[in-house]
Each structure stands twice: as structure tokens, then as C-alpha cells.
């Protein structure tokens, strides 16, 4: 039951830092249109609120979470490969969390260079990732 209970909290967890994932960039696509100083000021506000209180204790939960479901059946290391190539999706995932907090910060200094247009494609990348994992946890196909 506890295994459950666990798995049940790692799913809360990856659904709440994947909302944050897919919000921050969508964000800094308003952020980087934006002209005027006020709404400069309340897009760092809501980035920083939003990457400080919610992807990032989402993001030390799902992997407290994903240690404790592994370390209570580490049989699922050998289950195939399919569980390694999601953990290797995820510490990428985690190096993508940490592009955005990098790039909250040079908003947060008026340093940002990039357009709109490459933060809606950047804005695309944890869809990717989603994709990618899901299929992998349960269609298992190696």
C-alpha cells in the first residue's frame, strides 16, 4: 500500500511541475513582447513566484518520489531499458528546468536577447519530453 501511496504523489508531483514547465516559457513569450515597464516588472513577479513556489518543490518532489518507488522495488532496473532511458530524460528535464531559471534570471536583470519567437519554440520542449516519458513508463517498448 505504501508503494501506491508513494506512486500516487510522484504522479501529483510530475503533473505539477509540468504545469510550471509549460507555463514559465509561455510567459516569457509575454515577457519578451511586452514593452511597457509595469508589465516587465509583474512578468518577473509571476515568473519568479511561479519557478520558487511551484516547479521547484515539484520538481525535488517527483524525484524524492521516483527515488522512493525505485528504492522499494529495485527490480525495475532490470525490467529493461526503458526505465534507464526515462532517468536519463528526466536529468535532462531537470538540465531544462535549470535553462529557465537561468533565463528567469537574465529577465530579472533586463539582460534578455531573444525574441518571442524563440521562446514559443522553447515553450515546445517539455511537450517532448512528456511524450517521450509517458510512452516510455508504459508502453515499455525495450
Not at 73 to 93: C, I, M, R
Not at 106 to 130: D, I, K, M, Q, S
Amino acid at each position: 500500500m505504501l508503494y501506491l501511496w508513494i506512486k500516487a504523489l510522484h504522479i501529483v508531483a510530475i503533473v505539477c511541475w509540468f504545469a510550471g514547465l509549460f507555463y514559465l516559457p509561455r510567459l516569457f513569450v509575454y515577457h519578451a513582447a511586452s514593452d511597457d515597464t509595469v508589465s516587465k516588472e509583474r512578468f518577473c513577479v509571476m515568473e519568479r513566484k511561479l519557478y520558487r513556489g511551484i516547479m521547484l518543490p515539484s520538481m525535488i518532489a517527483t524525484l524524492v518520489f521516483g527515488i522512493a518507488l525505485v528504492s522499494l522495488n529495485p527490480a525495475l532496473f532490470s525490467t529493461g531499458g526503458w526505465l534507464h532511458a526515462k532517468l536519463t530524460l528526466v536529468l535532462l528535464l531537470i538540465g531544462y528546468h535549470h535553462m529557465c531559471g537561468a533565463q528567469l534570471k537574465r529577465f530579472a536583470r533586463g539582460e534578455n536577447t531573444r525574441t518571442h519567437v524563440f521562446y514559443r519554440w522553447f515553450n515546445e520542449v517539455p511537450v517532448l519530453f512528456l511524450l517521450a516519458i509517458v510512452i516510455l513508463v508504459v508502453v515499455k517498448p525495450f
